[in-house]
């Protein structure tokens, strides 16, 4: 591959299109600054500007990578250093993951399921070993293996001989890409260039993820009667046939040698799974295996792992932890009871992330028995709200279950169910009706008294924006839903004719 044989100007474009979209849902990503100070609100203030000398560079093959920013932060008891870069680098960077990744995509092994395009995904990959395991009646034999530190650990020499393959060594495009496998970063007042890894939480580190395990990926593929699924550094590998597993084993600890990295021992797991019990001799016997944060159980059914129904718990928990002081004003147990309801579904059916992580997980489970023990929780959760007495059984002689669904206590094997039959409508949609919500509330910037010689008010966003701003109302970001505007109802402005 070549530069000019990859780049167009309308991935560039496509590419800012996406960065731009970060801010609808997590808008604390837009706020990050690199080495320039600037987020990403500074750079889309000249956006079409700045994508204009970003396309010049680029086309003229002068572009480089200034350093990134090195943060320690600690994910789910994990130290992790995230890279942030200033927000033209993390562009190009996201236009190199899109246009390589597309341009590998039948390169890559189709059991590999992260970082790619068009079709593949943790969706994909979970509906495909949940068939497998629906289909086989036969014991299966099972290996498990996740990889040490993986990000940190890449071998640069090794990863940039695999790239120097695919990409013409002497080209613009091999340039830019060693800038990113070696790439430089400060921390501490110092600047430092990396000498093994890659840049932890840039798009173009999960392309090199991808590319550094194909070695590993074409190893596994080539055994016969061998089922092989990898997401990201998780691997999951079954067949009903020993020997066949047992050379799967050693093929990934030879190859996995030869990368330089370990297998984390703490993850490793060799099983037999059966409906009816089985042995084999260095598999243990297991009637399910918990992988991507689901169990997989011989009989075809999927469970959520037990970290999984701790996190449906606590969203609600936290939901009602954020409304104990309304609930402590209330004083009758039935209107405790109906608040909590309510304030559950709103957690469960309106908030984006809630309705993101639940439905997601219940579109996986098939088990509704587990489900239920869940919707029991729920129900024991209002009733220790309502009556102040902890969990206990005896609450549902006072409340029963019955009557709380009648108050309209939310169920999950109800709304899994929904989901099944199409019936709930995607994350994106619940935020696009919020934001209509939002939006219809006829709210308006509320006029100061008019004084002599002053102009009249317009009713133009943009004079809007340019009155507060000489009149000192908004905040040095300059945006009107961060400013500081007094804000009221429609029915207090005075009509214009």
Same mark, same amino acid.
């Given at each position: 591959?070549?530069?000019?044989?990859?780049?167009?100007?309308?991935?560039?474009?496509?590419?800012?299109?996406?960065?731009?979209?970060?801010?609808?849902?997590?808008?604390?990503?837009?706020?990050?600054?690199?080495?320039?100070?600037?987020?990403?609100?500074?750079?889309?203030?000249?956006?079409?500007?700045?994508?204009?000398?970003?396309?010049?560079?680029?086309?003229?093959?002068?572009?480089?990578?200034?350093?990134?920013?090195?943060?320690?932060?600690?994910?789910?008891?994990?130290?992790?250093?995230?890279?942030?870069?200033?927000?033209?680098?993390?562009?190009?960077?996201?236009?190199?993951?899109?246009?390589?990744?597309?341009?590998?995509?039948?390169?890559?092994?189709?059991?590999?399921?992260?970082?790619?395009?068009?079709?593949?995904?943790?969706?994909?990959?979970?509906?495909?070993?949940?068939?497998?395991?629906?289909?086989?009646?036969?014991?299966?034999?099972?290996? +498990?293996?996740?990889?040490?530190?993986?990000?940190?650990?890449?071998?640069?020499?090794?990863?940039?001989?695999?790239?120097?393959?695919?990409?013409?060594?002497?080209?613009?495009?091999?340039?830019?890409?060693?800038?990113?496998?070696?790439?430089?970063?400060?921390?501490?007042?110092?600047?430092?260039?990396?000498?093994?890894?890659?840049?932890?939480?840039?798009?173009?580190?999960?392309?090199?993820?991808?590319?550094?395990?194909?070695?590993?990926?074409?190893?596994?593929?080539?055994?016969?009667?061998?089922?092989?699924?990898?997401?990201?550094?998780?691997?999951?590998?079954?067949?009903?046939?020993?020997?066949?597993?047992?050379?799967?084993?050693?093929?990934?600890?030879?190859?996995?040698?030869?990368?330089?990295?370990?297998? +984390?021992?703490?993850?490793?797991?060799?099983?037999?799974?059966?409906?009816?019990?089985?042995?084999?001799?260095?598999?243990?016997?297991?009637?399910?295996?918990?992988?991507?944060?689901?169990?997989?159980?011989?009989?075809?059914?999927?469970?959520?792992?037990?970290?999984?129904?701790?996190?449906?718990?606590?969203?609600?928990?936290?939901?009602?932890?954020?409304?104990?002081?309304?609930?402590?004003?209330?004083?009758?147990?039935?209107?405790?009871?109906?608040?909590?309801?309510?304030?559950?579904?709103?957690?469960?059916?309106?908030?984006?992330?809630?309705?993101?992580?639940?439905?997601?997980?219940?579109?996986?489970?098939?088990?509704?028995?587990?489900?239920?023990?869940?919707?029991?929780?729920?129900?024991?959760?209002?009733?220790?709200?309502?009556? +102040?007495?902890?969990?206990? +059984?005896?609450?549902?002689?006072?409340?029963?279950?019955?009557?709380?669904?009648?108050?309209?206590?939310?169920?999950?094997?109800?709304?899994?169910?929904?989901?099944?039959?199409?019936?709930?409508?995607?994350?994106?949609?619940?935020?696009?009706?919020?934001?209509?919500?939002?939006?219809?509330?006829?709210?308006?910037?509320?006029?100061?008294?008019?004084?002599?010689?002053?102009?009249?008010?317009?009713?133009?966003?943009?004079?809007?924006?340019?009155?507060?701003?000489?009149?000192?109302?908004?905040?040095?970001?300059?945006?009107?839903?961060?400013?500081?505007?007094?804000?009221?109802?429609?029915?207090?402005?005075?009509?214009?004719?």
């Amino acid at each position: 591959m070549r530069w000019r044989d990859v780049y167009r100007e309308a991935e560039l474009y496509k590419a800012a299109v996406r960065i731009y979209t970060k801010p609808l849902f997590s808008w604390r990503k837009a706020l990050f600054a690199s080495t320039d100070k600037r987020d990403l609100y500074d750079f889309a203030r000249s956006g079409l500007h700045n994508l204009a000398d970003i396309h010049r560079a680029l086309t003229r093959e002068s572009f480089s990578s200034r350093p990134a920013v090195a943060l320690h932060r600690t994910f789910r008891g994990k130290r992790r250093t995230l890279y942030i870069y200033p927000w033209e680098e993390r562009l190009v960077d996201l236009l190199l993951y899109r246009v390589l990744s597309a341009r590998l995509q039948q390169w890559f092994s189709p059991n590999c399921y992260a970082y790619r395009l068009r079709g593949f995904g943790l969706d994909r990959c979970q509906r495909g070993i949940a068939k497998l395991f629906a289909a086989t009646e036969t014991p299966l034999y099972a290996v +498990k293996r996740d990889i040490a530190n993986y990000f940190p650990s890449v071998n640069h020499g090794l990863l940039l001989a695999q790239l120097a393959e695919l990409i013409e060594p002497e080209d613009y495009l091999f340039r830019l890409i060693d800038e990113r496998v070696r790439f430089p970063y400060e921390e501490e007042g110092q600047t430092l260039r990396a000498e093994q890894g890659i840049a932890f939480g840039t798009p173009v580190a999960c392309f090199f993820a991808n590319v550094y395990l194909t070695l590993l990926d074409r190893r596994i593929d080539s055994l016969p009667g061998l089922r092989y699924f990898r997401y990201a550094d998780d691997l999951l590998l079954l067949s009903s046939n020993r020997e066949t597993m047992e050379a799967a084993t050693d093929r990934i600890q030879e190859a996995l040698g030869e990368l330089h990295l370990q297998s +984390k021992a703490s993850h490793e797991e060799n099983l037999i799974l059966s409906r009816y019990g089985a042995s084999a001799i260095h598999f243990a016997s297991a009637s399910h295996i918990r992988h991507l944060g689901l169990e997989f159980c011989a009989d075809g059914s999927v469970r959520l792992s037990r970290d999984k129904c701790r996190k449906i718990c606590n969203i609600f928990r936290y939901a009602f932890r954020r409304k104990r002081a309304k609930l402590a004003r209330i004083h009758d147990p039935r209107k405790r009871a109906e608040f909590a309801i309510a304030t559950a579904r709103h957690a469960l059916e309106q908030s984006v992330r809630n309705v993101a992580v639940v439905d997601y997980y219940l579109k996986h489970a098939s088990d509704e028995d587990q489900l239920r023990l869940l919707d029991r929780w729920l129900a024991e959760e209002v009733l220790s709200l309502a009556f +102040k007495g902890g969990h206990r +059984k005896s609450h549902f002689r006072l409340m029963s279950f019955r009557s709380l669904r009648a108050m309209g206590l939310p169920s999950l094997v109800h709304r899994r169910r929904q989901i099944r039959h199409g019936q709930i409508a995607a994350p994106f949609f619940v935020w696009k009706s919020y934001q209509t919500q939002k939006s219809s509330r006829e709210m308006a910037a509320r006029l100061r008294p008019q004084t002599a010689g002053a102009t009249a008010f317009s009713p133009s966003p943009e004079a809007v924006t340019i009155q507060a701003s000489q009149e000192g109302l908004v905040g040095e970001r300059r945006h009107l839903s961060r400013g500081l505007i007094e804000v009221g109802k429609s029915e207090d402005l005075p009509t214009f004719p």
